[in-house]
């Protein structure tokens, strides 16, 4: 090697070794807290970068927000692994997810010092303790094809009508949208959280009739789109979101009434940007916030100051009669019993 | 000098080649044997040791030592016939694979320059895009308004849609198309170290096609068939979104199962357990192929 091309690649390696030594310096410099939080992803994700993360951004300079796509369950997996190292810092999970999560010690409660918009939500969103909080919501619904189905389906029993066989689908018991069903479904058969044997005889009968068991919205909108069915049990926002994308699909909530699905915002226990954390939740609480989110994926406010436009606020179940309306499930039960029901779903529903 | 000794002195020069020096293979093999070591026995560990632990709903993992994960799984019929089913596709989709590849293969090691370039190229294709994007690709063939049907119906050949999706069927035309690769490429590997002079021989001595097939091709690619046989049924085996996707939850295979388990039950020491059953499987499978295929080479 000759002398030349040596001293090259010594300036070169001196080079490389002062930006490593620089990169530290610089994050200093910039004096920027990353916070990483999980969503839903999908559609979801599209409303919420544009309803939350960009605005809040923009509002802390100081914060930068990492975005990672987790499902509920997923999100607990890690919650749970990440347990004496926390790196993801807020969780998106439903009220199933959350209060596992809660079980286990594994969230960061809050107060309304420490969030003050807390106290601007509907009482029904405050959960015991505030262990974590509640964004927003939506109502279990029957979603179905306009164009197929003239008349909007009165009741649940509707499934069971001969002529939809082969173009229902039926969310898995291991999705939230399943549950939900299955907890109407425990109330059409006259059934009860203790007692579900009525429930699994008509989920027998309805066997035949189900095309397949999806377990995530995508493939829920993707059977929508597709035409290959024409009415399911789905979310009153995930419906309005893949009708705003041209698919022809309505949603009604029938006479049984409909499931209060929430979706909340829990603090990992331990997370090292406990400050950013509440300033992020508590932004995701705010009016503004929520009246985003309404406009661009149809989440309903649990904040009772949000006053939505008048097309908006016919589309989507909101205002406090609404929640109300909504059967609100015991959901500490629920949970309980939950891995025997799927364990038996498993054996007589799915196979 | 006897057959015998001839072999053992080409063992000999083998040896002498690929061995130069008894340190070289370790020095070459030790960065291998770390990583393994650290990202897959050090996890493999792990997961054995949750395995053994309890799980109580809404209290979540209980620190004790017990076989109980395994108990449950290996005496539920449930479950042990969620195991037979995925050996069972596992065994469909190498057979379809190996009946589909072969002459695929075959034609593979006789194309030579440009030919076999673009013949290798489109036998790889599969590969080159990613699993969730493939497999919508074939949701949107496969579905009841799918391409397929929609043709089939519009021709008038079908009166309503043939299920394709939502049962095993998807999932094996999927696998099959996926795995492929690994069944045609193992084959070709082993078709193109036949000594071509062989066949030249065999035609002096009168033999034709289908006897040349059978008493020199067939035999000498049996290494290759084994390989590809391996790599397609682990890969059959431990495929999760295709069967997600395709069949949904009506088709219960281990690892959508260690999927339900772990992911949406939480319960992670009963799917540790589940996924070590899986393992424990596969290894004794594989051992026991790979032992059939050294008596037949010997043979």
């Not at chain 1, 499902?71 to 807020?90: T, Y």
């Not at chain 2, 017990?66 to 989709?93: C, H, I, M």
Request: proline content about 5%; charged content about 20%; glycine content about 6%.
């Amino acid at each position: 090697m000759s002398f030349v091309r040596f001293a090259l690649s010594i300036r070169i390696a001196a080079l490389i070794l002062i930006g490593f030594a620089l990169v530290p310096f610089a994050q200093i410099c910039r004096a920027q807290t990353e916070l990483v939080v999980t969503d839903y992803g999908g559609a979801f994700e599209e409303g919420w970068k544009k309803a939350v993360i960009e605005p809040f951004e923009k509002a802390h300079p100081d914060i930068k927000i990492k975005l990672v796509q987790k499902l509920v369950f997923e999100s607990v997996a890690l919650m749970r692994s990440q347990k004496s190292d926390v790196k993801v810092d807020v969780f998106m999970m439903d009220e199933v997810g959350a209060s596992q999560a809660t079980a286990e010690g594994l969230v960061q409660p809050i107060t309304p010092k420490t969030i003050p918009h807390l106290n601007e939500l509907y009482p029904e969103f405050r959960v015991p303790g505030d262990s974590f909080c509640k964004f927003m919501f939506d109502a279990s619904v029957i979603a179905y094809n306009p164009q197929e189905i003239k008349q909007p389906p009165q009741s649940y029993k509707d499934f069971w009508d001969p002529k939809y066989k082969g173009r229902i689908a039926i969310n898995n018991l291991d999705s939230t949208t399943g549950l939900s069903f299955f907890l109407v479904l425990l109330k059409t058969e006259g059934a009860t959280v203790d007692n579900v044997e009525p429930a699994f005889a008509a989920m027998k009968q309805l066997k035949p009739s189900i095309l397949t068991f999806p377990e995530q919205h995508a493939q829920l909108a993707q059977l929508f789109t597709q035409g290959d069915i024409v009415m399911a049990p789905w979310t009153s926002d995930r419906a309005l979101l893949l009708a705003s994308k041209g698919v022809p699909i309505a949603y009604t909530i029938p006479k049984e009434g409909g499931i209060l699905q929430e979706g909340g915002l829990a603090i990992a226990k331990g997370t090292k940007h406990l400050e950013a954390a509440l300033k992020y939740v508590d932004f995701a609480l705010s009016v503004e916030a929520q009246l985003a989110n309404a406009r661009y994926t149809f989440l309903s406010p649990t904040n009772s100051k949000v006053v939505l436009d008048a097309d908006l606020a016919k589309k989507i179940p909101n205002g406090q009669a609404t929640v109300k309306a909504l059967t609100h499930p015991d959901w500490k039960k629920v949970n309980e019993r939950r891995a025997q029901w799927i364990d038996r779903w498993n054996r007589e529903v799915t196979q | 000098m006897t057959a015998s000794e001839i072999k053992n002195e080409q063992e000999l020069k083998q040896e002498q080649t690929t061995n130069p020096r008894g340190t070289l293979p370790w020095f070459l093999i030790t960065p291998n044997l770390l990583l393994i070591g650290l990202f897959m026995l050090g996890p493999l560990l792990l997961l054995a040791r949750i395995s053994l632990e309890g799980y109580q709903s809404g209290q979540g993992i209980i620190e004790t030592w017990q076989l109980s994960n395994y108990s449950k799984f290996l005496f539920d019929p449930f479950y042990r016939q969620v195991l037979v089913g995925t050996l069972v596709l596992g065994a469909e989709v190498t057979a379809l694979c190996l009946v589909l590849g072969y002459p695929l293969a075959y034609s593979l090691s006789r194309a030579r320059g440009l030919k076999r370039a673009v013949l290798y190229f489109c036998i790889l294709m599969p590969l080159l895009t990613s699993t969730v994007v493939r497999t919508f690709g074939w949701m949107i063939l496969l579905a009841n308004n799918g391409f397929i049907n929609k043709t089939l119906m519009s021709l008038r050949l079908i009166e309503s849609p043939v299920r394709l999706m939502y049962n095993v069927t998807g999932v094996i035309v999927a696998l099959v198309e996926v795995l492929l690769p690994f069944m045609v490429l193992a084959l070709d590997t082993a078709l193109l170290n036949i000594d071509l002079s062989l066949y030249e021989a065999a035609r002096n001595l009168g033999a034709r096609g289908p006897r040349i097939f059978l008493r020199i091709t067939l035999p000498l690619s049996l290494p290759g068939v084994v390989s590809g046989c391996v790599l397609v049924f682990t890969g059959a085996l431990s495929a999760f979104v295709t069967p997600t996707l395709i069949a949904g939850a009506r088709l219960k295979v281990m690892s959508t199962v260690i999927y339900q388990q772990a992911m949406a039950l939480l319960d992670w020491p009963f799917g540790a357990a589940i996924a070590f059953v899986m393992l424990v499987t596969i290894a004794v499978l594989l051992v026991a192929s790979l032992q059939l295929s050294e008596r037949l080479r010997n043979a």
